[in-house]
């Protein structure tokens, strides 16, 4: 162990290769998360409101379901329900040899998969590169997934799940003790102007709209990359969630005009916007406050 962490130390090629491997493997599982976390809050939203329905009087229990979450039950084909086996879910390898192809039924595997496999080995590789071996490459890394999952759910469902986006805040706070990213003090303050700054913006929208204009995930995500990389990174988030929102955007509204497109949620851009951060964001800190 001691000579792998040396050769880690001593070899950033080493140490992002390692990770490029270690990301594709998490990859796969980010597709579960992707996909089975919003079923799983939509089951248990839908089975807390059949409680409430039921009269006080009713004692019956509700009749029990097949498990459901993210290990259970085992990933299978949508379309004839075959099981997937271990040499199939090697990640990317597997779907390029079944060349994109249910092994059973020959149904089409959403090309999907093995790009949100290939993304997130990538971007952990780099990750790794740009830290080097340590606890905040670690750090790096694991909110590194936790913003793709993020992207890839809040673009499919318009939900940035608290199970999620909770713990990312403590995380971040937890990171920053010895100061990883930036002092407790900035963390802490950066998740209470993260959340303040989009509530603020909201409350507004409503008042003259009378609606909102943004989910409270929203509001949780920030005050998460505020905890992380403290509050001076407000602005630099900001400048990237408008950045990937031009870029993002102005693909949508493309779409819409082509007529396969719809309406594109805030988290992604907050999401891209982090990843940004996490890498270039005091670059950016530094031209934003040495112009003031």
């Known amino acids: 162990?001691?000579?792998?962490?040396?050769?880690?130390?001593?070899?950033?090629?080493?140490f992002s290769g390692f990770l490029l491997v270690l990301g594709l493997l998490?990859?796969?599982?980010l597709n579960v998360v992707i996909h089975r976390l919003p079923i799983m809050i939509e089951r248990q939203y839908r089975q807390e409101c059949a409680e409430l329905d039921r009269p006080d009087d009713f004692v019956e229990p509700m009749p029990p379901r097949p498990r459901y979450n993210l290990v259970l039950p085992r990933s299978g084909c949508?379309?004839?329900?075959?099981?997937?086996?271990e040499l199939e879910n090697i990640p990317l390898f597997s779907w390029l040899a079944l060349?994109?192809?249910?092994?059973?039924?020959r149904a089409p595997i959403s090309v999907r998969y093995p790009l949100v496999e290939l993304i997130t080995g990538l971007m952990t590789a780099v990750v790794g590169w740009h830290f080097g071996f340590g606890m905040t490459a670690a750090g790096g890394v694991v909110l590194t997934w936790a913003l793709i999952a993020l992207f890839f759910i809040d673009a499919d469902t318009f939900l940035l799940p608290?199970?999620?986006?909770?713990?990312?805040?403590?995380?971040?706070?937890?990171?920053?003790?010895?100061?990883?990213?930036?002092?407790?003090?900035s963390a802490v303050l950066g998740a209470v102007v993260g959340y303040l700054?989009?509530?603020?913006?909201?409350?507004?929208?409503?008042?003259?709209?009378?609606?909102?204009?943004m989910g409270y995930g929203d509001f949780k995500l920030l005050a998460?990359?505020?905890?992380?990389?403290?509050?001076?990174?407000?602005?630099?988030?900001v400048l990237f969630a408008s950045v990937a929102g031009v870029i993002i955007g102005g693909y949508t509204l493309w779409a819409r005009y082509r007529g396969f497109g719809r309406e594109f949620p805030f988290g992604p851009y907050l999401a891209v916007a982090g990843w940004l951060t996490l890498l270039w964001?005091?670059?950016?800190?530094d031209f934003i406050f040495g112009l003031s």
């Open 1 to 14: 162990m001691n000579q792998l962490v040396f050769v880690f130390q001593q070899s950033p090629l080493v």
């Open 26 to 29: 998490v990859g796969s599982f």
């Open 78 to 85: 949508p379309h004839c329900g075959h099981m997937i086996t």
């Open 99 to 105: 060349r994109g192809k249910c092994s059973e039924c």
């Open 162 to 185: 608290d199970s999620i986006t909770l713990p990312l805040v403590w995380l971040g706070l937890l990171f920053n003790l010895d100061g990883h990213f930036v002092p407790l003090t």
């Open 197 to 213: 700054m989009l509530w603020s913006v909201n409350h507004v929208y409503r008042l003259v709209r009378g609606h909102d204009g």
């Open 224 to 237: 998460a990359l505020g905890a992380w990389f403290g509050w001076q990174s407000i602005p630099a988030i």
């Open 281 to 285: 964001g005091n670059r950016v800190q």
